[in-house]
Nanobody, 120 residues
Framework: QVELVESGGGLVQPGGALMLSCAASGSIFSIYTMGWGRQAPGKQRELVAVITNSGHTNYADSVKGRFTISRDNAKNTLYLQMNSLKPEDTAVYYC??????????????WGQGTQVTVSS
């Protein structure tokens, strides 16, 4: 079984910073692309940042220059450094990962999410 667990969410004032973490555990053969998605109440889930197994990153225009995605492969952990937070960043943030559980078996996993609220 593979599990993704997010942590680091909370309440922060506009302009503040927050670091999210996502720990992957279980029978992991290899982790490929990892990313963060978010969903605000009444809105569809959107992708905010991704990072490949080679370290290539991509960001949504709305967070580019403010968020930084990274990963620690030794710890099977994904991070999202969120700076200059805005009220519109308020959402539940979900960790996503493409994980191979065998040489020919790869699946897409999602964590339970962590709430990020940006408000004064």
């Amino acid at each position: 079984q593979v599990e993704l667990v997010e942590s680091g969410g909370g309440l922060v004032q506009p302009g503040g910073a927050l670091m999210l973490s996502c720990a992957a555990s279980g029978s992991i053969f290899s982790i490929y692309t990892m990313g963060w998605g978010r969903q605000a109440p009444g809105k569809q889930r959107e992708l905010v940042a991704v990072i490949t197994n080679s370290g290539h990153t991509n960001y949504a225009d709305s967070v580019k220059g403010r968020f930084t995605i990274s990963r620690d492969n030794a710890k099977n952990t994904l991070y999202l450094q969120m700076n200059s937070l805005k009220p519109e960043d308020t959402a539940v943030y979900y960790c996503n990962a493409e994980i191979a559980v065998g040489a020919l078996r790869s699946y897409n996993y999602w964590g339970q999410g962590t709430q990020v609220t940006v408000s004064s």
